[in-house]
């Protein structure tokens, strides 16, 4: 009679503190996590500011060289070899885009509205993000994978003895190529994503091309273009950064290249998706 209340007492304690041990392991991650976010936050910020005042140092100091040739290269990496999986992707969109919209809008008897529907999304929002995704994991990858390379092979420290600093040398041309060219392949998206909305409306839906191309003409105005084109060059220049962030900060060799490529894949894709967010809330307040 006397045993089984000790060990029902003995066993309180024990979950008790288990309990307490478990909240305290959960608090710590969480506080882990937290400080993880704001380092990178920080140091992403700060390694902008270092690779802007660069840029305008190269661009008004003749002393300073910011490497045309490296700036080309990046460019052909970045944009030009991105282009067929851009196409291709965005022609699935316009594509599915159409298909998804006929049947509410042809219930309403306003079936030739997919024209001015689809125009205006790809226009100003599944152009600019969705090249921006293909861009996270096509070139944002590679550029930390690359870096992270040469910081653990300590090509860093050797430029930095020869007196380069890598933030000109390395940074600069990638942020710059990802930039501009992210821009040029959010024009080619938007084309090929109304192409594709085009070519499904027309063989499936039976539109004619004379009204597809009215509507979409009638439906888009300058600023539809300003705003996505917008959107495009800031989604660039953070895929860039956020990747020379994660290679800059490798550690663990092979593994630690492998986590910074996947993680700046996974950061860049929250980052463009909470700024398009920004963005849209920003252009709404102003009408636009």
């Avoid at 689809?118 to 994978?145: C, D, H, K, M, Q």
């Avoid at 040469?150 to 003895?161: G, N, T, Y």
Wanted: with cysteine; charged share 15%.
């Amino acid at each position: 009679m006397s045993i089984q209340p000790a060990a029902s007492e003995s066993g309180e304690p024990a979950a008790l503190r288990r309990a307490v041990e478990a909240i305290g392991a959960t608090a710590g991650s969480a506080i882990d996590r937290t400080v993880q976010f704001v380092e990178t936050v920080g140091g992403t910020v700060r390694l902008t500011g270092s690779a802007l005042a660069w840029t305008v140092r190269g661009l008004f100091l003749p002393s300073v060289k910011l490497g045309r040739a490296s700036l080309v290269e990046q460019m052909v990496r970045v944009g030009v070899r991105s282009i067929a999986i851009v196409m291709l992707v965005e022609a699935f969109i316009g594509s599915i885009l159409a298909l998804q919209l006929a049947p509410t809008l042809e219930s309403y008897g306003q079936i030739q509205m997919i024209a001015n529907v689809v125009a205006i999304a790809i226009v100003r929002e599944l152009g600019p993000l969705i090249t921006a995704i293909v861009l996270s994991g096509f070139a944002g990858a590679s550029i930390a994978a690359e870096i992270g390379a040469m910081v653990e092979s300590e090509e860093i420290k050797a430029l930095r003895a020869h007196a380069i600093n890598p933030i000109r040398f390395l940074i600069v041309p990638r942020f710059l190529a990802t930039t501009m060219m992210i821009v040029g392949l959010a024009v080619i998206a938007d084309v090929i994503g109304v192409l594709g909305g085009f070519l499904t409306s027309w063989l499936a839906l039976g539109i004619t091309p004379e009204t597809y191309f009215e509507s979409t003409r009638a439906a888009l105005v300058i600023r539809d273009f300003i705003t996505g084109l917008t959107k495009a060059g800031v989604f660039g220049g953070l895929i860039a950064m956020i990747a020379c962030h994660a290679g800059m900060t490798v550690k663990g060799g092979a593994v630690g290249v492998g986590n910074a490529t996947t993680s700046t894949v996974v950061k860049s894709i929250v980052a463009i998706i909470g700024m398009d967010a920004v963005f849209t809330a920003i252009f709404y307040a102003f009408g636009w």
